[in-house]
């Protein structure tokens, strides 16, 4: 039997082959001059756990189950997932509030209000680009073309196992091209997990956009249900499943508000394995519906946790919201899906790297329950 020392700090990792029937008891340290020893039956749900091997100390989080029934699942500290797995898109660089980007041979300079340093441009591409996207000062922007090049551009992704999947590119409002690029780490994992399932997963694909997470798993060998509010949208990913030669893959494309999608889902029984949503900070539906991320997120989580298998095997959800961390994403995936199910929450900044400086830009949050 183990006794562990705890010291009682935020940031953990999970190591999952610690066994709870190992530990007969546990030592808290609340300071340096306060101790506390607790059997482990002790009523807290949440242990922070550090021992000592090999001259290393690991830290790991042991979740106890519940008094409420609940499973036992894990969490472990929040990271940065790299995109770096591009041969078409390229982060050059990045300062004054922009980036500057390679897709495919067209450079585009567009905002982000991420990037708020002020860096030396590293490379003289800045003065090269084909079209910058400027906001205006009274909402909005517009694109400036400085080279002619022809729209739709395409770009491709080499998966893993499987033939690369293509995407039209056209330069839209609000300074978007049809693709975010970092999303490349998820459709990774989302693959890894269909091909590991070893069976013909269903996956429902929610504000799926130009549908670049639907072809990863199609190419992987699952069932898709692709749903998105923008008619144009979907149309959009039919043509890049085309592009991509997954055409006759079985992809059910809807135009749909996602909200209600899932009411009917549910009085009908649906049940899917995966559930993947990248909802918009605001937006509306075909019949008008406004959706405001901030009251409509967790409802609709719930309600989607109630359309998953048995044997369901993940749930993911993106966001480009500031104020949704990837923490806040997470403890709502915990209350819905890791409690009454078990596995495991990895809650991650997602980002790319950038060429120019050797770093690497945040750009958007993912938290992902696996079983």
């Not at 000592?52 to 699942?73: A, H, I, N």
């Not at 980007?101 to 450079?107: D, F």
């Not at 992809?251 to 009908?268: G, M, N, P, S, T």
Request: glycine share 10%.
């Amino acid at each position: 039997m183990i006794n562990i020392t705890i010291y009682w700090q935020p940031i953990t990792l999970c190591f999952p082959q610690w066994h709870v029937e190992n530990i007969c008891s546990i030592l808290l340290v609340i300071s340096r001059h306060r101790t506390i020893v607790l059997p482990f039956n002790s009523p807290y749900d949440y242990y922070y756990i550090e021992r000592k091997k090999t001259k290393e100390f690991l830290k790991v989080c042991l979740p106890v189950k519940s008094g409420g029934g609940g499973q036992r699942y894990h969490q472990r500290e929040t990271k940065m997932l790299i995109a770096n797995s591009w041969m078409d898109y390229e982060l050059l660089d990045c300062s004054s509030g922009e980036r500057l980007e390679r897709w495919g041979n067209v450079v585009l300079v567009r905002p982000d209000p991420q990037v708020i340093w002020d860096t030396p441009k590293a490379t003289a591409l800045w003065g090269r680009a084909h079209a910058r996207y400027s906001r205006s000062d009274k909402g909005g922007g517009s694109w400036q073309f400085i080279k002619k090049f022809k729209e739709p551009w395409e770009i491709s992704w080499a998966c893993p196992q499987s033939q690369s999947l293509k995407f039209g590119l056209k330069c839209m409002g609000f300074k978007h091209t049809g693709v975010f690029p970092e999303q490349a780490v998820n459709w990774s994992r989302l693959q890894g997990i269909i091909r590991t399932a070893n069976r013909t997963v269903k996956v429902l694909n929610m504000f799926a956009y130009t549908g670049a997470a639907t072809l990863a798993c199609a190419a992987a060998g699952a069932a898709v249900t692709h749903v998105d509010a923008a008619k144009g949208m979907v149309q959009w990913a039919r043509e890049n499943a085309a592009r991509s030669g997954l055409g006759e893959k079985p992809i059910r494309w809807l135009a749909d508000d996602c909200a209600k999608f899932v009411q009917r889902e549910l009085r009908r029984g649906g049940k899917y394995d995966i559930i993947i949503m990248d909802p918009p900070s605001y937006g509306r539906g075909p019949g008008g519906e406004i959706w405001k991320l901030e009251t409509e997120i967790h409802p609709l989580i719930r309600a989607c946790a109630g359309l998953l298998s048995d044997d369901a095997p993940a749930f993911l959800v993106n966001s480009y919201t500031t104020g949704l961390s990837p923490s806040v994403m997470g403890y709502i995936l915990r209350a819905e899906i890791g409690a009454k199910r078990g596995g495991s929450v990895d809650c991650d900044e997602i980002g790319l790297p950038v060429t120019a400086a050797g770093t690497a830009l945040p750009c958007g949050a993912s938290a992902l329950w696996t079983k």
